[in-house]
């Protein structure tokens, strides 16, 4: 049961790559939204500032929208995306004067911990539900945030702009576009900590 719950994953991952090597971007978008909590979680091994990690994932799924033409699938989909990650994650680190950790997880090691994340994450109710009330307390933030603050970060996050983009669409400096963007996920981020909270402790090994 369990091999051929991963072996079905496995195959829907091949069929979205196919769907937008043939141009349908909302196939992409299916694979962002299944893998990006996991990148998240990769990226923060390597950068421990949370908006940070959210602008470098952000970047791992463009170079990945990017890239996609020449994947051949001679890897696991999210092998070759984890490697964009990591990569991506340590020259992060390297534009901004910091050391990068030396030690990664190699491409097998990525495979198993696939595999091992497939078979825990499998779609249940529970799960469906759980994500279900983060889509909608992530808006409802947005919709609550002063129309400056929800501006930037639906151009950042919806749109995909870069903070020169955004500064010159909003008429004012990149750093206040980045002050407006941090003050935007930092109130997203409290709305949602209270659900996520409820969920680890309801998920808690006694």
Known sequence: MAENI??????????????????????????????????VGLIGRYVSDWSECQDVAQDVFMRAYRALPNFRGDAQ????????AVNTAKNHLVAQNRRPPTDDIDAAEAEQFDVGMRLRDTDTPEHELL?????????????GLP???????????????????IAQQMGCPIGTVR????????????????LLDNDARENAHP
């Open 179 to 194: 002050s407006r963007i941090f003050r935007a996920r930092d109130a997203i981020d409290a709305q949602l900590k209270p």
């Open 77 to 84: 989909f999210y092998t070759w995306l984890h490697r964009i």
């Open 131 to 143: 994500r279900q009330e983060i889509e909608n307390t992530v808006m409802r933030a947005v919709e």
């Open 147 to 165: 129309e400056d603050l929800k501006v930037a970060i639906t151009l950042r996050e919806v749109d995909g702009l870069s903070y020169d983009e």
């Open 6 to 39: 991963v072996s079905q994953e496995l195959d829907l991952d091949q069929e979205l790559v196919r769907r937008v090597q043939r141009g349908d971007s909302t196939a992409f978008d299916a694979l962002v939204r299944k893998y990006q909590h996991r990148i």
